[in-house]
Nanobody, 124 residues
Framework: QVQLVESGGGLVQAGGSLRLSCAASGRTFSSYNMGWFRQAPGKEREFVAA????????YYTDSVKGRFTISRDNAKNTAYLRMNSLKPDDTAVYYC?????????????????WGQGTQVTVSS
């Protein structure tokens, strides 16, 4: 069982930056691929970024490539999402997720545990 707690969300102007953190409980954090997803009002939850168990491989949805960076610190049981050049379209609740799969997934179904979410609002 893994419990995930996100933090770092908030209100920022367009062009600004935020860093989200996802703190995980337990001693098996390095056994999980970590992903970030987001959900805007009236829309489905969508993939944003993911990182492999070792941290050596990262994946991004096209709309955030070059602006967002996912990372992890296995010694601190924490995953991060650095978001630069934020746009109003990035406004959503951001969720971190942990998945046990061999392959790093981009679907909600690939992840076993989820945090409660943190709100990111980008004003124009």
């Amino acid at each position: 069982q893994v419990q995930l707690v996100e933090s770092g969300g908030g209100l920022v102007q367009a062009g600004g930056s935020l860093r989200l953190s996802c703190a995980a409980s337990g001693r098996t954090f390095s056994s999980y691929n970590m992903g970030w997803f987001r959900q805007a009002p009236g829309k489905e939850r969508e993939f944003v970024a993911a990182i492999s168990k070792s941290g050596l491989s990262t994946y991004y949805t096209d709309s955030v490539k070059g602006r967002f960076t996912i990372s992890r610190d296995n010694a601190k049981n924490t995953a991060y999402l650095r978001m630069n050049s934020l746009k109003p379209d990035d406004t959503a609740v951001y969720y971190c997720a942990a998945g046990r799969g061999v392959v790093v997934g981009r679907s909600v179904q690939d992840y076993n545990y989820w945090g409660q979410g943190t709100q990111v609002t980008v004003s124009s």
